[in-house]
């Protein structure tokens, strides 16, 4: 149970990295938002170019901050130091998969769902009496 906590822990950091890295990226008009993480219709409304690069900017520091909860996720599941720990893990968590379900909203492809099945398996983890009791211990 100990390895499959610190394999969702190193997942979470890894998310951490990739996006703080991107979050900057965006923020800093140095990428192009990515269509995959967004419906078609909302993509459509973002047809102007200045609204886009508006909206890019505000994405990349809202990607920065999801990656700085990331890595407190990260923290919390390698930790594992009581119900604080917990309660972060399994509430980002939880938080993870509703934003990958609203976000695939019309919209089906590999990347989301991929994120999904991560977010679920991790889930699962977190559920297990094991787990739980290696927090609370």
Known sequence: MRFAL??????YALLCLFSIVTGLLYAGGKKE????????????RLSDGEKLRRFTVKMGWVTFGVG????????????RGGGLCYAIALGFT???????AFKLKGKINAF???KCAAYL????????????????S
């Open 121 to 136: 398996a991790i889930l699962t983890v977190l559920l297990l009496p094991g787990a739980r009791a290696l927090f609370f």
């Open 68 to 79: 700085i909860v990331q890595g407190l996720t990260a923290w919390a599941l390698f930790r």
């Open 33 to 44: 938002l990515n269509p995959l993480e967004l419906s078609d219709r909302f993509m459509a």
């Open 94 to 100: 939880l938080f993870s998969i509703a934003s990958v």
């Open 6 to 11: 610190t394999l969702c822990g190193l997942f």
């Open 112 to 114: 989301p769902l991929l």
